[in-house]
Every structure is written in C-alpha cells, then in structure tokens.
Nanobody, 124 residues
Framework: EVQLVESGGGLVQAGGSLRLSCVAS????????LGWFRQAPGKEREGVSL????????YYADSVKGRFTISSDNAKNTVYLQMNSLKPEDTAVYYC?????????????????WGQGTQVTVSS
C-alpha cells in the first residue's frame, strides 16, 4: 500500500521557521518525483517546491524562493521542506505528493500519490 505521511506543521509567528517531513512507503522512492503543494482557504492548490529523487534537481515557486528548501533522505524515504522567514501568506494546508514521472512535473494531475496534508499557520 502506497502511503505518504506528512508531519511538522503547526502555528508559528511571522519570521519563524518550520520543517515539514513526508515519509513515503509502498513504492520505490528513487524512481519518483516528489512535490510539496499547498492550499490556502478559498484558493486553489499550488505547487510550492518539487524534487527529483533520482537526480536531486529542484524547483521552487517564486513566492517561496530563497526562503524554503526541499531535500530528501533517500535511505529513509523521506522528503523535507524547510521553511524559513515564514509569512502570514504562507498559511495553508501543505500536501506531499509523488509522481511516477522522472524530472520535475509541474501539474498536479501528474502526481499519483498524495498525503493527507498538514496545517501550517503563520500569525502576524
């Protein structure tokens, strides 16, 4: 059974940091692209950061570039999202997703597996 389990969300003040973790099981981690997406209340889900487990290439949305860092521990089948200098507009439910495609697929529809999400709330 494929599972993606996120953790690390919470409430933090603006300027603070959080590290999200996503533990994957049930599929070959190294053969997939991993992504962090987020959905704020009343807004569509958007891609935040993508990671290719095969070649470690990355992508960041402009809104988080320079503040967020995606990384992985392939031995632990875990992908992380380090979030620094958090802003109130970063408040959202953050989802981890995995795609069987190589590279960095941008479209949500290209992701095959999704976690349940973890809430991040940034207070001003």
């Amino acid at each position: 059974e494929v599972q993606l389990v996120e953790s690390g969300g919470g409430l933090v003040q603006a300027g603070g940091s959080l590290r999200l973790s996503c533990v994957a099981s049930g599929f070959t981690f190294d053969d997939h692209a991993l992504g962090w997406f987020r959905q704020a209340p009343g807004k569509e889900r958007e891609g935040v950061s993508l990671f290719s487990a095969s070649d470690h290439s990355t992508y960041y949305a402009d809104s988080v570039k320079g503040r967020f860092t995606i990384s992985s521990d392939n031995a632990k089948n875990t992908v992380y999202l380090q979030m620094n200098s958090l802003k109130p507009e970063d408040t959202a439910v953050y989802y981890c997703a995995a795609s069987r495609l190589v590279g960095l697929p941008f479209q949500e529809s290209l992701y095959d597996y999704w976690g349940q999400g973890t809430q991040v709330t940034v207070s001003s």
